[in-house]
């Protein structure tokens, strides 16, 4: 393991930290999963094996939170383009990497709007949204782990609070616009 071999080097913020440091004092939300390198395919991959080791070394403070978004920017122009079928299948060892590492109460949805239209159009957000519903499908995540992923993680990471009659009142304008 890197850890007991000296310190890791982690890629998103280029900070070294040890199994014996705390990475954070307060609430961290690191994004876009650490900018990997999705031209690689091959998780065998040295450049891979790196970060995934980086991404368990991370998730060891419990303060860290990783957002799911930004990966449009980071995505080979081929696969950016793609259906969001064909852009899971490409991005989907990364996506169990998180999801093993810090589980679903410490990842939250992020589209990265409007960063992520650039290049790949109106719809992007739409389709990063359907990546991460597969995601959720596949990892056979319970309604209660869902809820978290899609907003529950982001308020207890901000601490933030909702009335319930704010809360009741978003839903009901979601359904409202799935509705259009």
Not at 75 to 96: C, H, K, T, Y
Not at 143 to 149: G, K, T, W, Y
Not at 159 to 168: Q, R
Request: aromatic share 10%.
């Amino acid at each position: 393991m890197a850890a007991e071999s000296g310190p890791v080097v982690l890629p998103c913020h280029g900070k070294i930290a040890s199994e014996k440091e705390s990475y954070a004092a307060d609430t961290q939300p690191t994004d876009h999963l650490c900018k990997p390198d999705l031209t690689i395919f091959n998780p065998a991959d040295p450049s891979f094996i790196a970060w995934r080791t980086a991404m368990f070394t991370l998730s060891k403070c419990s303060k860290v939170y990783m957002k799911l978004s930004g990966l449009f920017s980071e995505m080979p122009d081929s696969l950016r383009q793609r259906r969001a079928e064909d852009i899971f299948a490409g991005v989907n060892a990364w996506l169990a990497v998180v999801l093993a590492a810090f589980g679903p109460s410490r990842l939250m949805f992020g589209s990265d709007w409007p960063v992520c239209t650039v290049g790949v159009g109106k719809e992007a957000w739409l389709r990063w949204r359907k990546v991460v519903e597969r995601m959720a499908w596949m990892a056979s995540l319970e309604e209660e782990d869902q809820a978290m992923l899609w907003g529950g993680t982001a308020k207890k990471a901000y601490g933030v609070e909702f009335d319930e009659g704010e809360e009741e009142e978003e839903e009901d304008e979601d359904e409202d616009e799935d509705d259009d």
